[in-house]
């Protein structure tokens, strides 16, 4: 099986709200895959059909093989979710909650499932109710990673999380991917993903604007320039793919598309380069440059909640 | 900044947030000994109808247990020990009122907001006393205006309303205490209807045994002792003032010293690991619905223990009373009326073991809200086994409930007639007659919850709606149709001599057809539903 979960044209409508608008999502076997996007653009609605407890009103879905909402009960045994937020029963302690989620799955890993509560610092005796938000993510977080799947849905899993335990969570998540697993992981922490993912869908209002590596993505996207010239400046604004360029004295900064930068260096090395600093677009603008151009297009959907 | 800064504040937002709840129960408190005072005129306009009564009916063993001591033959003391039963409700509504702006808000965390605001340490224990308080005192002077508006004496009027406004008071400061003592208002709910229970436990046993001392510890037990209408004795009205003062000095310290969250008792740990039976949907139902299958039977044990012992003498009322002995006479004698007493008590009941069948078939709903079903529908149960997970309790507690007071009533009233292998079974069977037309309700609700989620609640209204047909249905000269609507109609009275089965039958179908169009609505439907 190359791709574990294939989405295409998914619709998902909640009454007048068209959460999800023609979404395509293909993730690959073995690979930790990004799945972006802020509050309301439709990720836990995407994640909830691809669980069958969603239907989809069109498009098609396969996860693992199998149509999610079909086959949802074999399909679950072969996967791992874990929500956004963690709700416990108050009067159920947390490794409890770890094994019957565990054993529903079809059986978990007792020696992962141990060294997992150590490195998440985690006290399984404490009842539901007296964990904090963090903990209960913990408590999500153990019993998936220490399932024997092939698969981890994970939504934004790691609300909640101080910066350490984020590096443990991170740490397990690299050895699900060595062990062969396939994991999906939604979130908004861009750290995370870049630090994370091979590969990266961002979305807006229910449908991928960007699917590819982050390698891939920059290419795409604009490279900044900051360079001191010896010449005065000359024939640059003029070049295609140039942006947003400010001269002050002797020194430029300017955005350059990526089909354009062997271009512009020419032209610099031309005026004389005495110094020179470029930056790849980060993940963070890559998001941004999607999210800030329309900011009221940006909240159909808190009805996916 | 004083340890009371705030407090007004405090108040006025309990207040607020109590607008329908407080003046509810304060109002129908307060109406409720009125009502027994004019029906007592009534029912007993001569003195020697109220002699018999109070020597056939008040002093009967049974009634002093539930209700507390009677002092004289007036219509004052036939009053007072009538309304006896509501200073238990009083003291639970003060009680739970305290807690519920103490506790429960500091475990959601809402005092925590408040608490950066300009607030005396003292401030949020003193706006939740304060408010019961008063309202404790609304329910008293409401009560003494109601009595002394039937024609019965001011002062005893007065007696009995002070007494009802000191036994909330006790009790609403039992709730401050025991808001300190625990990390939950679960627990603290539990510590303070403890003491309740324990308070009621003493004086039933003090009013029933030939020494009244244990009635003098309990603080259910003072109200009568103030003797309302008959040579009111007012320094016992000191008791409950003491009581509270003590316990507020207790609260007050222990309130400040501890953390803001924390309780004095240490939160228990429970396993690290789970269980065997803790590995599907069926061991989770069982650990989520047990404790309320333990409490209702506790709870229903109880009562039934009660009232079957106290059926024999709903007969000895009317001796004396030509009318009434001629009712009487007419569904079958003395072990007529007890029968149809009992078999009244068990509709009740059975209304009320359909309200938990519904509770229980809601906990779905709750499970989906709250997003505790999302992860285990994701896992490799099916859904129809999560759906029916509960299902079978919300059939299954009823059943268990009402067997337990059929076995109850069989108890005590098979005791007081001197035949419990006779009575025993046959009012374990009346008992589970009622269970159908119970299952009912809990069947409709499924079907709301498959179908449409959102309005799941709407399974209470048609409770109430059958509630008040069976109620008001005779009295308002409903057409039979109507009637027919509600399940509970169809239940047959088998305690009678001829009753058919069939109807039970149907009842339990009808409810299994519910539930079962409930879970293949919920098999096709989007979840969450939020």
Same mark, same amino acid.
């Not at chain 2, 003032?241 to 939160?267: E, I």
């Not at chain 2, 044990?301 to 009712?327: F, W």
């Not at chain 2, 999302?374 to 997970?389: F, V």
């Given at each position: 099986m190359e791709t574990p979960i294939e989405v295409s044209g998914l619709v998902k409508t909640f009454g007048r709200t068209r959460a999800l608008d023609g979404l395509d999502l293909t993730v690959r076997a073995g690979q930790v895959h990004g799945f972006l996007g802020p509050n309301g653009a439709g990720k836990s609605t995407t994640i909830r059909v691809l669980l069958g407890l969603l239907r989809a009103d069109a498009g098609a879905v396969r996860l693992l093989d199998g149509d999610p909402w079909r086959d949802a009960v074999a399909l679950h045994r072969r996967l791992a979710y874990v929500p956004g937020d963690v709700t416990l029963w108050p009067n159920l302690s947390g490794g409890e909650v770890i094994d019957l989620l565990g054993r529903m799955r079809g059986g978990l890993d007792p020696k992962r499932r141990a060294e997992l509560l150590e490195s998440f610092e985690l006290d399984p005796r404490k009842k539901g109710r007296a964990y904090s938000k963090g903990n209960r993510q913990k408590v999500g977080l153990v019993a998936a990673l220490a399932s024997d799947v092939e698969l981890l849905i994970l939504d934004e899993p790691t609300s909640g999380l101080d910066p350490l335990m984020e590096e443990v969570f991170q740490h397990w998540v690299r050895r699900a991917k060595q062990d062969g697993r396939t994991v999906l992981l939604s979130s908004h922490i861009l750290a995370e993903v870049e630090a994370l993912c091979d590969r990266v869908t961002i979305i807006r209002n229910g449908r991928a604007v960007e699917s590819g590596t982050l390698g891939e993505l920059r290419h795409l996207h604009r490279t900044s320039i900051d360079a001191e010239v010896t010449a005065p400046l000359d024939g640059l604004a003029d070049l295609p793919g140039v942006h947003d360029l400010r001269v002050d004295g002797n020194r430029v900064r300017f955005d350059v598309d990526s089909a354009a930068l062997d271009t512009a260096l020419r032209r610099l090395t031309e005026l004389g380069v005495r110094s020179l600093v470029s930056q790849p677009p980060t993940l963070e603008e890559l998001f941004l440059r999607h999210y800030e151009v329309a900011p009221t297009e940006a909240t159909p959907a808190e009805a996916t909640r | 900044m004083s340890t009371l800064t705030g407090t007004r504040h405090l108040a006025r937002l309990i207040l607020r947030r109590d607008r329908v709840l407080l003046p509810l129960w304060v109002l129908v408190l307060a109406v409720l000994p009125m009502t027994y005072a004019t029906s007592f005129f009534e029912l007993f306009p001569t003195a020697a109808d109220r002699a018999a009564y109070a020597a056939g009916t008040a002093r009967n063993p049974s009634i002093v247990a539930l209700l507390g001591p009677v002092y004289g033959d007036s219509v004052g003391a036939l009053t007072a020990q009538r309304a006896g039963f509501l200073l238990v409700i009083v003291g639970l509504a003060s009680l739970l009122t305290v807690i519920r702006h103490t506790r429960t808000e500091e475990e959601a965390g809402r005092r925590e907001l408040l608490g950066g605001t300009v607030l005396g340490r003292y401030a949020g224990l003193t706006a939740a006393l304060l408010v019961t308080y008063t309202a404790d005192l609304l329910l008293g002077l409401l009560t003494a205006a109601g009595l002394a508006s039937t024609g019965l004496p001011a002062a005893g009027s007065y007696a009995y309303g002070l007494a009802a406004t000191l036994t909330g008071v006790v009790f609403a400061t039992i709730g401050g205490l025991a808001a300190q003592l625990t990390e939950t208002a679960g627990g603290a709910r539990g510590i303070g209807i403890a003491v309740l229970g324990a308070a009621f436990a003493l004086r039933l046993v003090g009013d029933t045994a030939s020494n009244d001392w244990p009635s003098w510890l309990s603080p259910l037990g003072w109200?009568? $002792?103030? $003797?309302?209408? @008959?040579?009111?004795?007012? /320094?016992?009205?000191?008791?409950?003032?003491?009581?509270?003062?003590?316990?507020?000095?207790?609260?007050?310290?222990?309130?400040?010293?501890?953390?803001?969250?924390?309780?004095?008792?240490?939160?228990?740990?429970?396993?690290?690991?789970?269980?065997?039976?803790?590995?599907?949907? !069926?061991?989770?139902?069982?650990?989520?619905? $047990?404790?309320?299958?333990? /409490? /209702?039977?506790?709870? !229903?044990?109880?009562?039934?223990?009660?009232?079957?012992?106290?059926?024999?003498?709903?007969?000895?009322?009317? @001796?004396?009373?030509?009318?009434?002995? @001629?009712?009487?006479?007419?569904?079958?004698?003395?072990?007529?009326?007890?029968?149809?007493?009992?078999?009244?008590?068990?509709?009740?009941?059975?209304?009320?073991?359909?309200?938990?069948?519904?509770?229980?078939?809601?906990?779905? $709903?709750?499970?989906?809200?709250?997003?505790?079903?999302?992860?285990?529908?994701?896992?490799?149960?099916?859904?129809?086994? /999560?759906?029916?997970?509960?299902?079978? !309790?919300?059939?299954?507690?009823?059943?268990?409930?009402?067997?337990?007071?059929?076995?109850?009533?069989?108890?005590?009233?098979?005791?007081s007639v001197q035949d419990v292998p006779t009575e025993l079974p046959r009012m374990v069977g009346a008992g589970l007659a009622q269970v159908p037309a119970a299952w009912v309700p809990a069947g409709f609700a499924v079907l709301l919850f498959g179908l449409l989620p959102r309005l799941a609640p709407v399974a209470w209204a048609v409770l109430a709606v059958c509630l008040l047909l069976g109620q008001l249905g005779a009295v308002l000269e409903l057409d039979q149709w109507l009637l027919d609507l509600s399940p509970f109609t169809h239940t047959p009275q088998v305690l009678r001599d001829t009753w058919s089965v069939t109807p039970l039958y149907a009842l339990a179908l009808v409810a299994l057809l519910l539930a079962l169009a409930g879970l293949a609505a919920f098999r096709r439907r989007d979840t969450p539903v939020t």
């Open positions: - | 109200a009568a $002792r103030v $003797r309302p209408y @008959e040579g009111e004795r007012w /320094w016992v009205l000191a008791l409950p003032v003491a009581a509270s003062v003590l316990l507020a000095a207790v609260a007050y310290p222990v309130s400040v010293r501890r953390d803001l969250g924390a309780g004095v008792l240490p939160p228990r740990l429970g396993p690290a690991t789970a269980g065997p039976a803790l590995s599907g949907s !069926f061991g989770l139902a069982w650990r989520l619905h $047990r404790g309320q299958i333990l /409490w /209702w039977s506790v709870g !229903f044990g109880l009562m039934g223990l009660i009232l079957g012992g106290a059926a024999k003498g709903a007969g000895r009322g009317v @001796e004396g009373n030509p009318q009434l002995e @001629e009712i009487m006479a007419r569904i079958g004698g003395a072990s007529g009326l007890a029968d149809a007493y009992l078999g009244a008590t068990l509709s009740l009941a059975g209304l009320a073991a359909a309200g938990y069948g519904i509770q229980a078939a809601l906990r779905m $709903r709750a499970e989906e809200t709250t997003g505790r079903a999302e992860p285990l529908l994701a896992t490799g149960e099916h859904r129809s086994t /999560w759906l029916l997970s509960h299902v079978v !309790f919300a059939l299954l507690g009823p059943a268990v409930v009402l067997a337990v007071t059929g076995l109850a009533i069989g108890v005590t009233y098979g005791l």
